[in-house]
């Protein structure tokens, strides 16, 4: 079997660590950048830097179905231990291959890592054309679909990595998708186009701007 990912670009892969709970990704030898969830997070107000993160069931499903998905796009082995949250998470990715992936003109890139100058990473879910355009899609497993404002913080999410991979790689991206799946089975699309995504990319740049000017954080931790 071979992957179903067309090649289109040469992504490339970081590393990551993490310090205070701020994720950054290792651009090379002495250049460290921060991640856009964390940028987001430490821009939310209210938003406590020094708490533990915790991994809640929630969490670990969603990581699964991702793992799940990746596996399925890039044929390779699944090492994923059988328990009750992963037999979960693989009918959850499985309501993704069949009512999402399956339907995309071409997939560019799964677990893709983009930056933006010396300011910022990510990783896309997935990249590819879909409904004839070059969409950023986002995977979401949750108890239940969330509405449109309280997807906000993902789109802004989606809206950076698309500015960083249009400064990569010039391309021209004209569409987001945040593809929510419940526990129960259900599935929603929730799509932005080019003048929606514009909003979003002001707001990232507004919280980036807020990050860098309120938390006088250097991009290269030592």
Known sequence: MSSKILQKYNYQT??????????????????????????????KAGYNRLMPNKITTPMEIGDMMHKYLQHYLTDT???????????LAESLAQIVIDNLISKLDEI?????SVYFTNKYAGTIDLIGIYDGKICIIDYKSSYKT????????????????AIAHDWQYNTNIDSMM????????????????SNQMEIYKRKWFNKLELFYTEFSINESPS
């Open 14 to 43: 970081f590393t990551t660590n993490k310090v205070d709970n701020l994720r950054y990704y290792c651009l090379s030898e002495d250049l460290n950048v921060p991640s856009v969830t964390s940028i987001i997070k430490f821009t």
């Open 77 to 87: 082995p699944n090492s994923i231990i059988r328990t009750s949250n992963s037999f």
């Open 108 to 112: 560019w890139g799964s677990e893709v």
């Open 146 to 161: 969330k509405t449109i404002d309280e997807l906000e913080d993902f789109f802004i999410q989606c809206a950076a990595y």
């Open 178 to 193: 945040i593809f929510q799946v419940t526990r129960d089975g259900n599935f929603e699309q929730n799509i932005m186009h």
